[in-house]
Nanobody, 122 residues
């Protein structure tokens, strides 16, 4: 059984930073893509960023490009999202996901974490 556990969310002022972590257990994602998504109240879940596990290729939504950095630690089976210059519109529940069945920016992933709340105050 694959489990994804997010951590690192919290309350931060606009302009601040947070680092999210996603620890994977149950399987080594040696050839997979892992991604971050977010869902704000009343809105659909949206793609934030993704990383390929072997080569570390990274992908970002336009809304976070230049502010967020995704990375992974293969030895720890953990993915990170460093979020800088946070804005109130970044407020959402952030989810990590693994093993997409299609394109990395679609919601069609086999495994999801439980989510971690990020709140950015103005």
């Amino acid at each position: 059984q694959v489990q994804l556990v997010e951590s690192g969310g919290g309350l931060v002022q606009a302009g601040g930073s947070l680092r999210l972590s996603c620890a994977a257990s149950g399987r080594t994602f040696s050839g997979d893509v892992m991604g971050w998504f977010r869902q704000a109240p009343g809105k659909e879940r949206e793609f934030v960023s993704a990383v390929t596990w072997i080569f570390g290729n990274t992908y970002y939504a336009d809304s976070v490009k230049g502010r967020f950095t995704i990375s992974r630690d293969n030895a720890k089976n953990t993915m990170y999202l460093q979020m800088n210059s946070l804005k109130p519109e970044d407020t959402a529940v952030y989810y990590c996901a693994a093993d997409p069945r299609g394109r990395y920016y679609d919601l069609n992933y086999n495994y999801w974490g439980q989510g971690t709340q990020v709140t950015v105050s103005s």
